[in-house]
């Protein structure tokens, strides 16, 4: 012992060890109050929660075989869902031969009680499992697409969604959610746009940074929190054509400025773990590259465990960097990826190929002991069965508290894309309860797809579909519901009985758009139209001249031209999870006035993808009058519908912006202020967009950038001076070395409701 310390392997750290490890779990407790108090006997001053931590780890690294060390670098499927080939059915036994220290998709307290048992009881060290589950928006309580809860702008509703599903999940014996996703994308075909949170590097940060700290709380070992995984790391959401797992190829300066934001807030929020994506990233899989060590280690900072994608290591000899599943362990390994989802090429090639000499075992120590200390923090240590109480699982599955979030979270994602007069009055939001509504489409009566991608553990028996919403909010029509047709094919049989209910009633509510399985992972879309026959659906309703609103629910943007062009009143649901229904119909019928706003533009057509507000200028912009500029022959280079946008059923104004001075050093502060008005009959909230654009730099820069916003209330007739406020800091980009730099120069900087609609004023920003 030196200085108090315990070193692997020596006697002192054997000889508790060796005592304790025949009264297995409930030894741990009694190893670190024993641990603790020879730490502290032996040194000056009280050991901090760290010193701890190291101490105990240490002791048990010290004795471990290397097979147990690769056990807590294992993590294999349970076998109740797989998104991958390669299901070994042996982890049972792995489990007690202690080389499998770590289980997913196994849930509710029953179950996982059953493994931690074999874990605790039946393995040498008794070393406790962790258990990790893709807890993406909601456990057995689904809130919405994390896509649509962006569409709220508000980061705190994120962070409680994020903090309800922990303590739901918690409760089910999880400990660890593979959540949140911070892939930025700008391609609507990659159906996985749908768990992040957009197209905006500020909007994706703010949003991945509240879902960490919203999973994670302030204490991991409280038992309402699970650890958060930041991924897919990295770049993982511009996958070459839009097609899921595909190569990625882009600038360093994009990849830094665009893509990096989200991933580094999450580390920047103390995010515990994090996990290396499917794709390459400029030649390298992300699984065995440099992006882990170089950036996500040294220089974020990044301290907690890094686990790979489902089969992830042995896909590196398909990606034609790996000869074998051997050398593939050993890239990843030297890559710095402490645990292997589901290959189980560590479990099998790792012990030969340091005995070998190939690699050294001190790699392996270290992520063993990466995992040990999540394992630590988690209090699994103290009590390996605390996120195992079938009691308190009955209390906090489908609490009241979270089917009340769920309606909040679903009415605030939803966005409001056309209400414009139908017979000289507007449809939406209906305030006379109607006498007959017919309500037709796939989404009619759904609990299933209106929980989105992901729902892994989502409960449909809690599911209030839209039916239901509509029948709690419009108690006195009489409701008549068909399908019309489904997500698939080209059956119109069903089309006559939607007509028919359709011009038997008052109003027709056509409810449209993906089911679950056509967005999400592998579920990329070369054309993203209405799938179906839903189009011609809407078409012969529409025929009927009957009153129509459109709710459209979806995972990702929909090229929806035709349904914009000519059906009157048009709500974007997105996915809104369990209370869905009564999300919607609270919007319909204006107990909500809808507030979303888009974070992801809506294009014409796939052909103008990949579509950003963000763009660069060229040296040829887009001039009507000149064919030789930058535009297409056959559509017009504006979006459907721009990133920001979204109404209300009140009539927002902004005016007045102002700026406290036009010029700026690098150490003042820019106080931009704007009036925002509610010149319409409903009190409204709203999201007040703040953009800027370096107008020459060294390098070129996108015409607009998000660089605040906030979401106000507003009674109707009211109005409010919002005041942003902008430093140097805020203007900072990579210059052409690839510094993080303000340049000084002249300034636009823009406010307004959406990214198509600003107000601008200049500044100057002065040496
Ligand atoms: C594959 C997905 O890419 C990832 O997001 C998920 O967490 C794992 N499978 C585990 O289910």
């Not at 999940?169 to 660890?176: E, I, R, V």
């Not at 159906?191 to 949170?197: K, L, M, N, V």
């Not at 879902?211 to 958060?228: E, P």
């Not at 704007?674 to 370096?694: F, H, K, M």
Request: one cysteine or more.
């Amino acid at each position: 012992m030196k200085n108090g310390r315990i070193t692997p392997g020596s006697n002192l750290a054997k000889g508790p060890f060796h005592f304790l490890k025949i009264m297995r779990a409930s030894s741990y407790v009694i190893l670190i109050l024993l641990l603790t108090w020879i730490g502290q006997a032996g040194c000056s001053g009280p050991q901090t929660g760290t010193e701890k931590r190291e101490r105990f780890v240490d002791s048990l690294l010290g004795e471990m075989t290397l097979e147990e060390k690769i056990g807590q670098m294992t993590l294999y499927t349970s076998g109740w869902t797989i998104t991958g080939p390669a299901l070994d059915s042996n982890y049972r036994q792995y489990i007690i031969d202690g080389r499998c220290g770590n289980i997913f998709n196994a849930h509710t307290v029953g179950y996982n009680m059953e493994l931690q048992k074999l874990a605790v009881e039946e393995s040498r060290l008794g070393i406790p499992l962790l258990f990790g589950y893709d807890v993406i928006h909601g456990h057995r309580t689904i809130f919405p697409i994390p896509l649509g809860e962006a569409s709220s702008w508000e980061p705190a509703l994120a962070e409680r969604s994020a903090a309800l599903s922990a303590r739901e999940a918690a409760a089910s014996g999880l400990n660890w959610t593979f959540s949140p996703v911070a892939d930025l994308s700008r391609d609507p075909r990659w159906g996985r746009i749908a768990e992040g949170s957009g197209e905006d590097p500020l909007i994706g940060a703010r949003f991945t940074e509240a879902r960490v700290t919203g999973y994670q709380g302030s204490d991991l070992s409280d038992r309402n929190t699970l650890a958060a995984c930041l991924k897919h790391f990295a770049v993982y959401g511009a996958p070459e054509a839009g097609r899921d797992y595909n190569t990625v190829d882009l600038s360093k300066r994009t990849i830094r400025e665009v893509y990096m934001p989200p991933y580094q807030s999450a580390v920047e929020a103390g995010v515990a773990t994090a996990m290396a994506s499917f794709n390459e990233i400029n030649g390298q899989p992300a699984t065995s590259s440099r992006y882990i060590e170089d950036i996500l280690r040294q220089e974020w900072g990044f301290e907690g465990v890094l686990v790979t994608d489902y089969g992830a290591i042995a896909e590196l000899v398909p990606h034609g960097v790996a000869a074998d599943s051997a050398h593939a362990g050993e890239l990843a390994l030297k890559a710095g990826v402490d645990m292997d989802m589901q290959s189980g090429i560590y479990m099998k090639n790792t012990t030969r190929m340091i005995r070998e000499g190939i690699l050294e075992e001190a790699i392996i120590d270290e992520a063993v002991r990466r995992v040990l200390r999540l394992k630590y923090d988690l209090g699994l240590f103290e009590d390996p069965y605390r996120y195992l109480d079938a009691e308190r699982e009955k209390e906090v599955v489908h609490a009241q508290e979270l089917l009340d979030h769920a309606l909040e979270a679903g009415r605030r994602s939803i966005v409001l894309l056309k209400n414009e007069p139908f017979n000289g009055k507007k449809l939406l939001p209906v305030l006379k309860q109607p006498g007959s509504i017919a309500l037709i489409g796939p989404m009619a009566d759904n609990e299933v797809d209106i929980m989105g991608s992901w729902h892994a553990a989502g409960d449909p028996g809690i599911v209030v579909t839209l039916a239901e919403g509509l029948k709690n909010r419009f108690p006195g029509s009489e409701i008549k519901t068909t399908e019309g047709c489904g997500f698939y094919g080209k059956d119109r049989s069903g089309f006559s009985e939607a007509v028919r209910l359709a011009n038997i009633s008052d109003l027709v509510i056509l409810a449209i758009g993906e089911n679950y399985v056509q967005s999400g992972e592998a579920a990329s879309r070369s054309d993203i139209g209405l799938p179906g026959v839903q189009q011609q659906l809407a078409d012969a309703i529409l025929k009927t001249g009957k009153p129509v609103v459109t709710v459209i629910f979806a995972g990702r943007p929909l090229t929806i031209n035709r349904i914009d062009e000519n059906l009157p009143a048009v709500l974007w649901a997105w996915q809104p999870g369990t209370r869905g229904g009564d999300a919607v119909a609270d919007v319909l019928s204006g107990a909500y006035n809808p507030s979303g706003k888009l974070t992801v533009t809506f294009p014409r057509n796939v052909g103008q993808i990949p579509i950003y507000y963000s763009t660069k200028n060229s040296g040829r912009p887009f001039d009507a009058d000149n064919k030789y500029t930058s535009k297409y022959l056959d559509v017009p280079n504006e979006p459907l519908y721009p990133f920001g946008y979204g109404l209300s059923y009140s009539e927002i104004r902004y005016s007045n912006l102002e700026l406290n001075t036009h010029e700026i050093s690098f150490t003042d502060t820019l106080q931009v202020s704007v009036t925002v008005s509610n010149e319409g009959p409903y009190a409204a909230e709203e999201i007040v967009q703040l953009y800027t654009r370096d107008l020459i730099g060294s390098v070129t820069r996108p015409v607009k950038e998000l660089k605040d916003f906030t979401k106000i209330k507003l009674a109707a007739g009211e109005k409010q001076v919002v005041t942003f406020f902008l430093t140097a800091d805020d203007l900072r980009f990579y210059d052409i070395d690839m510094n993080f730099i303000a340049e000084p120069g002249d300034f636009l900087v823009m406010t307004g409701p959406h990214s198509a609609d600003l107000l601008s004023a200049e500044f100057k920003l002065e040496k």
